[in-house]
């Protein structure tokens, strides 16, 4: 134990950076710089595998009463069914429940690795996860408009508000930033930035400690109070990740909601 | 004449300090504002629930691509 951080505190990087993100392969294939199977690609499995047999096996077989899996899952798919999906886009809001779940689900389970001991790492604070969330997103609100009103009609909807004619040059293109180009890349960047900044979050004050200890013995009340600080942030991370999977959802369910509005 | 005290780092660190102000107020209203309607019609509650998760997703946007950009656009003091 004392040779461990003895270790650690021999050569602690202190002020972590984004380099601190590239994990190192877990099985290196051609060289030790290809990373195609690292700890970040391996919570990703893990986080789809976990979902898929978690569902298939607490509705293999449907209880009236349930049991205690069952109410799991039922629960998380009723709150996402009647507290996102119908609140927000109505009666038409329960044929987007199923995607707005899995989307909340993988999320939710996803932003969970962070905190999650020895894992410690979302897969999305790379931006690559959450980028590919948000294109789906955008693709399905843009598509489900399109199907609802027609391809004219929904850029119509979308693009031209209600108000006279000589303030529309102005509004349209404003309408168009921010339905078309600000949206996807908000959700992408909210959730990856969360995540990113959670992480570095945790670094400095785990990291912190050492270094203080490091620089000088006396300084070792201080790295106590850092790590925590490290433990009381982990639980603002929990609210963090909740939030983020819940909020990811909402605002999908909220452009839905804008593209299927019949009139603004 | 020797150095006495050193300052080193990113300038990114002040200016996103600087970006965070906006978001900050900008949250601090939105909470505000549910906590009084909420007060007000304590049965509203529920309902504009969602509207203030969305309010402050869209305000905590632009303190998380301060972070983003912090990290991409770094000076070197």
Redesign the interface.
Known sequence: MTGQSHVLAADVPF?PS?EDFYLPSIVPWEGTDSYWFTKITFLVWLTVAILIIFFLVSYRKPQLVPTKKQWLAESVYGFVRNN?SV??IGHRGVAFAPYLTTLFCFIFLNNLWGIVPVAQISPNSHIAFPAFLAIISYLMFILVGIRHHGFLKYFKTALIPPAPWFILPLLIPIEFFSNFLVRPF?LA??L???M??GHMLLLVFTLGGFAMINANPWFAPFSVVSWVMTIALTFLEFLVVA?QA??FT??TA?YVQGALADEH | MSTLAEVA?STAAIGYGLAAIGPGIGVGLVFSAYIQSTARQPESSRLTL?YV??G???I??LA??G??FG?IWQGQL
Do not use: C, Q
Request: proline share 6%; aromatic share 18%.
């Open positions: 002020p984004v996102i609140e927000m908000s960047v909210r990856f930035a969360n990113f900044a939030l819940y909020v909402v605002l909220s | 780092g969602p998760w969305i402050f997703a869209v905590e946007a998380l691509l972070i983003a990290f």
